[in-house]
């Protein structure tokens, strides 16, 4: 199904998707499909939504409780016909590193406060502007957790021990890691091995199969079977819960502390969620309504926080598995969420004989996958603004800060946009035909668009010209855009011109341009606005003095 484009002020633009399809009408037949749909994906979300929440430093549980309350309201009220809401592996840096900072009261407290952020955006429609972040930083920050992720597995995949707590900073992890490379578990590299390569087979052979859960499920089976030492979830964590845990509000006493981390897990979640919603209309035809989205990103951020989980963004893997097991619509993001609830239910007990080192394995795999390699590749040969772009966004994500890569890699995309646009700008005398020379005008043809980064070509038109002419033409046709800067590079060259004895012809330029430059006060006669050169020619010739 395609969803027809909605203004940006429209009466749906706030929309649940829900709402569209039971409009468009729900059949028995919707509702089967949408059940498959959303039983494949919980069946991939409840390994992951435990590996996430273990990779960030709080219990598999809080995993769960994201994936369940979260996943429910992305899908009830969100923009997107085939999001898919939980936990997500780009929020592990900044959630572990709020946890060690503030403790998982502060955690839930900013996933609340990033809640309203997110809210605040999507009333205010900044989820039109936040979908502009160029691709090369989309590719660096995506490399770049995926290097996170991997580095931050490495511990459990080995098997480790560390005399004290793991380091956050991935040059100090890396170095308390082979520090203790004494320590390692051939047993726990046995099982996380075989657990990734049990998902790559799967995907190769069994693309439909549910790999991810069925290589936990094996991993679990081995150490079990063969008491392998390796840590499980119930050595470490103890028992999951059987249920949801009533809703609490955080404490706000914290949000001070707290409110820094909302604004970046707001910011990567606004990201996120658009990125994936994007893909989603990629792969089906369909059109997401971004601010609507935002607002329901918002309010899944509050629930999840209510009941004990975390960030909430929409995820690209299980909502490309969504798409691709045959959903029809939110109902199977919603039933995704039920499906999750009844495991918890019916299998909690279970969950504490999987490996760690097997939900290591898993997020492994995710880091492979999130790379991006032959994205990342492409970028960096493509030219050197790309690659200057993709590079430090790379670099400073893994080895500084997620949200300052992002801004970082933000600005240089701009500026390596500004200087291509700025070399777009041409400028060059006009080729005319002989029996249209005067030797009382100069004219230059202008073509591109003239703002702060092309500006200074104005300024040296009258250098290049030996003797001062009465009349300097600017044919401006193909201009298509003039802003502040470029308006005063006219005022001056108006002045310049004057000062030389000489008028300033703007011929050519469109209607709203020409009142745009009025309004700035380049107004007659500072200038003269003609609709074609033979109109200066006439008005040359019949104002010889004056002009």
């Known amino acids: 199904m395609t969803d027809t484009a909605q203004g940006r002020n429209g009466p749906t633009e706030f929309l649940p998707k829900l709402l569209t399809v039971w409009r468009e009408g729900y059949r028995l037949a919707d509702l089967r499909a949408d059940a498959l749909a959303g039983l494949t994906v919980a069946i991939v979300a409840l390994p992951l939504s435990m590996a ?116 956050g900073e991935i040059l100090q992890k890396l170095q308390a890691l082979w520090a203790a490379r004494g320590t390692v578990s051939w047993a726990a590299l046995a099982v996380a091995a075989l657990t990734a390569a ?79 919603a994007v893909v989603a209309d990629g792969m089906s035809g369909a059109r997401h309504r971004s601010n609507a989205e935002l607002v329901a990103q918002g309010v899944a951020n509050i629930g999840s926080g209510l009941f004990g989980g975390f960030c909430v963004t929409g995820t690209i893997a299980r909502t490309a598995t969504n798409v691709r097991a045959g959903s029809r619509g939110p109902v199977s993001g919603i039933l995704h969420s039920v499906f999750l609830l009844v495991f918890m239910l019916v299998a909690a007990p279970l969950a504490a004989y999987i490996p760690l080192a097997a939900l290591a394995g898993v997020l492994a795999v995710v880091a492979w996958g999130m790379a991006e390699r032959h994205e990342l590749v492409a970028l960096l040969r493509s030219s050197r603004g790309d690659a200057l772009v993709v590079g430090v966004t790379f670099l400073l994500v893994v080895f500084r800060d997620l949200t300052q890569g992002i801004i970082v890699g933000f600005a240089l995309a701009g500026l390596v946009f500004i200087k291509r646009m700025s070399e777009t700008a041409a400028m060059r005398p006009r080729e005319e035909q002989l029996d249209t020379l005067r030797a009382d005008r100069v004219v230059y043809h202008l073509e591109g668009p ?30 298509p855009l003039i802003d502040s800067s470029g308006a005063r590079g006219f005022h001056r060259l108006a002045a310049r011109s004057r000062r030389r004895g000489g008028q300033l012809y703007l011929v050519g330029l469109s209607g709203p341009l020409r009142r745009q430059l009025e309004a700035q006060g380049l107004q007659d006669p500072e200038v003269r606005y003609l609709p074609d050169l033979a109109a200066v020619d006439r008005y040359l010739d019949a104002a010889p003095e004056s002009s």
């Open 52 to 167: 996430i929440a273990i990779a960030s430093g709080v219990g598999p549980e809080r995993g769960l409780f994201t994936a369940i309350v979260g996943g429910f309201l992305v899908s009830a009220l969100g923009g997107s016909r085939y999001q898919i809401g939980g936990p997500a592996g780009a929020f592990i840096v900044l959630v572990a590193a709020c946890v060690l900072a503030s403790g998982v009261q502060g955690l839930i407290l900013a996933t609340v406060l990033s809640g309203l952020i997110l809210i605040a955006a999507g009333v205010l429609r900044l989820g039109t502007y936040i979908r502009y972040i160029p691709y090369p930083v989309t590719v660096g920050f995506t490399a770049g957790i995926a290097v996170i992720i991997f580095a931050s597995q490495l511990r459990e995949i080995f098997g480790l021990t560390l005399p004290g707590a793991e380091p």
């Open 450 to 479: 003239y703002f702060f980064g092309a500006a200074a070509q104005l300024g040296g038109i009258l250098d290049r010209i030996a003797e001062a002419p009465r009349a300097l033409v600017l044919e401006m046709s193909g201009v």
């Open 198 to 276: 049990a998902i790559l087979t799967l995907r190769r052979v069994r693309p439909h199969w549910p790999g991810m859960l069925i290589a936990v499920v094996l991993a679990s089976v081995v150490v079990a079977g063969l008491g392998l030492p390796v840590s499980t979830i119930g050595g470490r964590f103890g028992d999951l819960p059987h249920f949801l845990p009533a809703p609490v509000l955080p404490d706000f006493t914290l949000w001070r502390e707290a409110l820094p981390w909302a604004l970046s897990f707001a910011l990567l979640g606004a990201i996120e969620s658009l990125l994936s």
